[in-house]
């Protein structure tokens, strides 16, 4: 019988699943092949080395089997455990939300990408330092759009080219951007969208983290900036994400 080849790999559990008897179906984002699954033997178990370190939202290094059919777990090593999210049930629900979000836009095509895998650790370190979770999970969102090649138009209008201006305006799912109000207004299928609105999610989309902790947006503007991601994203998933009520009910 060949040796199996077994290959090394940092990534984030995104959910796991019960597999047979002890074992369990791991979900990650890797930073050097994406989305990939993998079984860790005996991970069930009471006494299992490896269970503790395939918790959801943990960051670790895998050694993988090869195998005829999934990869197998062989070794598997904590480079950070996000406990302060473990602990506080609000953040549990919302890194949670940001897993899922991952999850449902990627499939497993063993392709790599830095960028995503980055955005994805830094976004679970600000929630474990209690930065205000509100920004750091709409920046998430803008720049996740981006990398996956969904970018929102917001500085010229969907449909006719023109620039935005410094008005309220409308948005739609379906031409992914911004109309100008001759564009939009009476059109079924389009969405208000304020002139503060707009100016915060251009800032997000083209500042970097630490300059997009300068927006200050009140409450009405945070609800309205959330609401239009939400909906754009339940347009382009086809489905509404399982998190968002989760999080409203621990709120609750």
Excluded at 115 to 133: A, H, M, N, Q, Y
């Amino acid at each position: 019988m060949a040796e199996q080849h077994s290959f090394r790999v940092e990534g984030v559990v995104l959910r796991h699943a019960d597999w047979g008897e002890t074992d369990r179906l791991l979900t990650l984002y890797t930073r050097e092949r994406g989305k990939l699954r993998a079984i860790a033997k005996g991970a069930r178990k009471i006494r299992s080395r490896k269970a503790g370190h395939l918790e959801p939202f943990t960051r670790v290094t895998l050694q993988l089997a090869r195998s005829h059919d999934l990869p197998i777990v062989t070794q598997a090593d904590t480079l950070d455990a996000y406990l302060p999210i473990h602990e506080n049930l609000v953040k549990t629900g919302q890194a949670a939300y940001i897993v899922e979000l991952l999850d449902r836009f990627t499939y497993e095509d063993d392709t790599e990408n830095h960028g995503i895998f980055r955005l994805l650790t830094e976004v679970l370190t600000r929630l474990e330092k209690e930065l205000d979770p509100w920004l750091a999970i709409r920046y998430y969102e803008v720049r996740l759009l981006d990398l996956l090649g969904y970018r929102p138009h917001w500085f010229e209008c969907a449909n006719c080219g023109r620039d935005i201006k410094a008005e309220d305006q409308y948005f739609s799912a379906a031409r992914g951007g911004v109309l100008c109000p001759a564009c939009g207004r009476g059109l079924p299928g389009v969405w208000p969208i304020s002139v503060e609105a707009l100016k915060y999610l251009r800032h997000f989309q083209r500042s970097t983290f630490s300059e997009a902790q300068r927006a200050r947006p009140g409450l009405e503007i945070q609800n309205e900036v959330e609401s239009l991601l939400q909906r754009y994203i339940t347009y382009l998933l086809e489905r509404a994400l399982n998190s968002p009520r989760f999080i409203s009910q621990i709120k609750q």
